[in-house]
């Protein structure tokens, strides 16, 4: 472009010297003609040679005149090249020229009024793109990244992604933020690889390693006559989990509501069906109660088992009071030491940091992680029946970091290799045999109601995690 303005400069230099030689050498021969009147008619020689001057100069002045136009082009053509849209040309003066500059003016007027939309409408998007709480991805002509928001870098946590395409970091030439762990690595590797399989026009629901949930959808749009594509990445585990609690709640009061009312009325036939007991022959009458006595303890049951399902759905808002986790911790560890020793499983603390009191309701924390040791247990004890193995352990970590505190239970069991995350928490799901799915639930709903965030999932060399992290207040 500095090449072209040069040119047009060279073209307005090269064309008045031309047209200024095209003048003197129309003159010249003129000139010669006036001299050959010089000895006869002195006076004719002076006129001719006036005349002649001035038509010289007459003619230097009509041709900058013509050249004039290319002047203004030129320094029209600088600003356009420099981009100075707010400046204006001065008009001359004179009507012709006046209309040309006047055009001029009014396009640069045109142009920095829609500079300054673009400017206003990028600005907009930008702030936009930065205050959406989906993760957005944008693509160049070639599948490399050319923009994302906020949203995205926390979501996949990608170093310096401009330019480069997802699959740079599913074939090891990527790298993450130095904050992700090697576990958050990996979760970030797997939801890039999803991303990068998901079809153009595609819109599905991802999962990642910790069973958080995801809509993503692959779309398009066109940039100067060519297709350029997007992501948009948008995190739907509370609100699927919120439909969810929802839906249960309302199936499990209606079942609970029919059971109670058909146990109940059992209950009350039953125990006037032993009235007629003494009616009965003594070879009958012990049978007869029997049966009775079955049928009233399934009836218990049925509504025990009910009631464990209530008691999700019935669970009152958390009492929140500063405690110390460690201590909870100490008193689940008490009251599974014998169980645990028995079964040659070893159970204790392997990292424990001083950590401040938290903001707990300690009842429901302590069921809450009850459940998790139980599960722990169980899990070692399914895995020596499969096995025939014996011995095991579980493992405790409390760690301090700074804004929030973990606690962690991993355990040698290691049945969650071939278990889909997402639906271990999912009610009336679980990996035991004749498991109802209520404990993974209660806990769910403990810990969400504590603002904590949990990941249950495989921790390599046979082992299972359970990893919460307790907000600090």
């Known amino acids: 472009m500095k090449f072209d303005a040069a040119f047009g400069v060279g073209l307005e230099i090269g064309l008045g010297k031309r047209l200024g030689l095209y003048l ?104 936009l793109l930065e205050a959406t709480p989906g993760a957005v991805l944008v693509f160049d002509f070639d599948g490399a990244i050319s923009l994302l928001n906020a949203s995205a870098t926390a979501l996949l946590g990608l170093e310096r992604p401009l330019g480069q395409p997802l699959r740079h970091w599913l074939e090891g030439g990527g790298a993450w933020t130095a904050t992700l762990d090697a576990r958050a690595r990996e979760r970030s590797r797997q ?25 993503a959808q692959r779309g398009q749009f066109f940039d100067r006559g060519f297709a350029r594509h997007f992501l948009m990445v948008e995190e739907l585990t509370a609100e699927l989990e919120d439909s969810e609690r929802a839906t249960y709640a309302r199936l499990i009061r209606v079942l609970a509501h029919e059971v109670n009312n058909t146990v109940a009325a059992t209950r009350s036939v039953l125990d006037s069906l032993l009235n007629y007991r003494n009616q009965l022959a003594a070879s009958d009458a012990d049978d007869f109660a029997t049966a009775i006595l079955a049928v009233k303890r399934r009836n218990v049951s049925l509504g025990e088992f009910i009631d464990r399902f209530t008691t999700v759905v019935k669970m009152p808002p958390p009492v929140l009071r500063p405690a110390a986790l460690r201590e909870v ?37 302590e069921q809450a992680l009850l459940n998790i040791v139980k599960n722990a247990v169980e899990a070692i004890d399914a895995a020596h029946a499969a096995h025939g193995t014996s011995g095991g352990a579980i493992r405790l970590e409390l760690a301090d970091e700074g804004r929030r505190v973990r606690l962690s239970v991993v355990d040698s069991g290691g049945l969650l290799e071939a278990t889909p995350v997402r639906q271990l928490f999912t009610p009336f799901f679980s990996t035991k045999k004749g498991g109802q799915g209520i404990g993974l639930m209660f806990v769910r709903e403990v810990l969400s109601r504590h603002g904590c965030t949990w990941s249950l999932a495989a921790g390599g060399a046979g082992e299972t995690r359970f990893d919460i992290w307790f907000p600090v207040s």
């Open 24 to 127: 003197v050498a129309l003159h010249l021969p003129l000139f010669g003609c006036a001299i050959l009147l010089l000895p006869a008619q002195p006076l004719w020689f002076v006129l001719a040679e006036a005349g002649l001057l001035a038509s010289l100069a007459l003619g230097w002045r009509l041709v900058r005149r013509a050249l004039e136009p290319l002047g203004y082009t030129r320094r029209f053509h600088d600003l356009l090249q420099d981009q100075q849209y707010a400046n204006r040309l001065a008009a001359p003066g004179t009507h012709e020229l006046d209309d040309l500059v006047g055009v001029f003016n009014t396009m640069l007027a045109a142009l920095h009024r829609e500079r300054l939309a673009i400017g206003e409408q990028q600005g907009f998007l930008d702030r």
């Open 191 to 215: 939801l890039v690889a999803q991303l990068d399989a998901l079809p153009l026009g595609d819109s599905r629901l991802l999962t990642d390693l910790e069973g958080r949930r995801y809509r």
């Open 329 to 365: 911790m100490d008193d689940i560890l008490w009251l599974n030491r014998d169980a645990c020793a028995s079964r040659g499983i070893q159970l204790g603390w392997a990292q424990c940091d001083a950590v401040p009191p938290l903001a707990l309701d300690v009842q429901l924390i």
